[in-house]
């Protein structure tokens, strides 16, 4: 393996810069957790048949999706980490009906909304997948209950995702200032390789499923259209994927709702309002082609909503279109 300089590990970048920007060592300790379990789950991503992760379990999640061995798997992995790292007090997951409140009095009480497997249909033919997460600090002084996650994206304290592709990638947003940490398999640890991530000022591609465009109305099919003539079309199929190229190489990511879906297909607190933070963290937007995603006051744990993410320009430019503002 080629050697270079020393990098700086997810563990030096916490308890120095970190502290720096005055973040907590509680919220250093649940990324700490998240990157303990994507480590436990990218083996499992790797190993896959080997594991035997492979196919659905025969059971439908609250949202009504087949669960698949591995959504199953990676939601036991992070809830364990979570739970373990003695600073969060509650977890809300894509795959769990009800919120985990975590026992034991946590004194700076963060709440963490998972997507722990991101691009289920693409588990089983190798192709990239994720995982999301996004991290809010509970009230002073609260009892965390049920609906105590229920929070507006923009009080996020962070949010993470973690792409499980030709590398394994951890991005890690905070307020103003978004880095991605490759694992180094070999040793097991997350090294600093993009500090400082902004999106590019140019959009190079755009990414939506064009399978859906015979079910969007009049002004949204003329909004992708309008990108189709500018843009290249990548579309992986895994949200994380789709937009963790776009956060690097410039571009743009539509799932808008349809006739078939008033509110879209992908979920509003575990992966439109993570990544919502993480693109204008790093100089995107996020949209439901009506509202700003992070504006949106929950009323479920499981709510869909439509989702435009990446440059912001671009973003602008479509949701007038869709919206005809
Ligand atoms: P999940 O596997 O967590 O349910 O997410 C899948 C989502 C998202 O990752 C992806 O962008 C979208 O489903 C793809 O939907 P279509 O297959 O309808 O295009
Ligand atoms: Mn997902
Ligand atoms: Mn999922």
Redesign the pocket.
Known sequence: MAVVGHRTTLEEYITSEWREKGLSDGLGAVIMAIADGSRLVQEQVQQAALADVLGATGDINAGG?IVQRL?TASSDIFVEALSQSGHVAAIGC??IERPVIVEGNVADGYIVLM??????SNIDVAVSIGSIFGIWQKRPGENVNDDSLLRVGKEQVAAAYVVYGSSTVLVLATENNVCGFTLDPEVGSFALTHPGIKIPAECAYYSTNEGNNKVLDGPTQKAITLLRDKYSQRYVGSLVADFHRNLLKGGIFAYPADQNRKDGRLRLMYEANPLGFVAEQAGGAASTGYQRILDIVPEQLHQRAPLILGNKDVVEATVSVINGS
Do not use: A, Q, T, V
């Open positions: 999706d959504d894509e795959e997507d722990p497997l991101d691009g289920s």
